[in-house]
């Protein structure tokens, strides 16, 4: 009696795989396209955003420390290039992985200013 009892649960447990293999094959496709398409104007403005992201935290530390120290706002100029240079890093880290990505488009032969990547 135990065995028909153990191979209605082994049915059970197939159906179970099989429903949520077919549940993860029906949701598969939206999560890559969601992921990895990312339109020019996308990328413009998150680059923006980290520039002006890394401005806005060095000079708030600068002006942060120059407020609690006392002293002229040097620190204000020396975190406000400091987070420049930050914003400048993560900017060109970030042009960086956007052109290492395949384009949406294909144009496999082709480089960014329309010639052939070859020449």
């Given at each position: 009696m135990e065995g028909s009892d153990g191979?209605?649960?082994g049915?059970?447990?197939?159906q179970l795989e099989t429903r949520i293999a077919k549940l993860r094959t029906a949701q598969a496709p939206d999560?890559?396209?969601q992921e990895?398409?990312?339109s020019k104007a996308q990328q413009g403005w998150r680059m923006v955003t980290e520039l002006v992201a890394g401005l806005v935290i060095g000079v708030g530390i600068g002006y942060g420390l120059d407020v609690l120290l006392g002293t002229t706002p040097i620190l204000l100029?020396?975190?406000?290039?400091?987070?420049?240079?930050?914003?400048v890093r993560v900017m060109m880290r970030t042009a960086a992985e956007f052109s290492s990505r395949p384009s949406a488009g294909g144009?496999?032969?082709k480089d960014d200013r329309g010639g052939d990547a070859g020449e």
């Amino acid at each position: 009696m135990e065995g028909s009892d153990g191979d209605d649960g082994g049915d059970r447990l197939k159906q179970l795989e099989t429903r949520i293999a077919k549940l993860r094959t029906a949701q598969a496709p939206d999560a890559p396209h969601q992921e990895e398409h990312y339109s020019k104007a996308q990328q413009g403005w998150r680059m923006v955003t980290e520039l002006v992201a890394g401005l806005v935290i060095g000079v708030g530390i600068g002006y942060g420390l120059d407020v609690l120290l006392g002293t002229t706002p040097i620190l204000l100029v020396l975190f406000t290039l400091l987070g420049f240079a930050a914003g400048v890093r993560v900017m060109m880290r970030t042009a960086a992985e956007f052109s290492s990505r395949p384009s949406a488009g294909g144009g496999a032969g082709k480089d960014d200013r329309g010639g052939d990547a070859g020449e």
